[in-house]
């Protein structure tokens, strides 16, 4: 990925956090930051998926609703990062902290749908042992790419 690619994108860090909160996998993009710092980030934003998760199951699905929402939208904002969410209907959860901008909702959909479908191939693999670290080289390569690709006008 180039150098004025990857400053142009807006992700800072990328997250697959296990069903019972173990991390899987999590990719900082910002060589200039502390790296604990989004561990902290991302550890931080499971009370809020939790809490987004318990008041979704107490809403009545409306008649014309075929799935339940998997986008949590922003979790919240910290001083230099806004941090949005997503869950599977495994209870695994995609965290993804972005440099301070607003993006449309549509895009951050469009981001978790791939990121999804990423993660699913990754998981699909015979070689992979259920609710474990993520080691694909070829899964960090797609995500590094998907990440690269994620500006502030949304994705290509």
């Known amino acids: 990925v180039s150098c004025a ?9 990328v997250a697959v956090v296990g069903k019972n909160n173990n991390p899987l996998f999590i990719r900082a993009f910002r ?34 609703s075929k799935v339940t929402e998997m986008y949590l939208g922003l979790l919240f904002p910290t001083e230099d990062h806004k941090v949005y969410g997503y869950t599977t209907c495994t209870k695994n959860k995609f965290i993804l902290v972005l440099e301070e901008n607003e993006l449309k909702d549509a895009h951050m959909r469009q981001f978790f749908t791939r990121f999804h479908s990423l993660f699913a191939d990754a998981v699909s693999s015979p070689f992979y042992s259920y609710d474990r670290r993520i080691t694909s080289r070829r899964f960090d390569a797609e995500v590094d790419k998907l ?10």
């Open 5 to 13: 690619t990857r400053m142009a994108s807006v992700v800072a860090c």
């Open 147 to 156: 990440c690269a690709s994620f500006t502030k006008n949304g994705m290509p």
């Open 31 to 64: 060589e200039q930051e502390d790296k604990l710092k989004f561990h902290y980030i991302v550890h931080t934003s499971l009370d809020v998926v939790e809490e987004k998760i318990s008041q979704s199951q107490h809403v009545a699905p409306s008649p014309n």
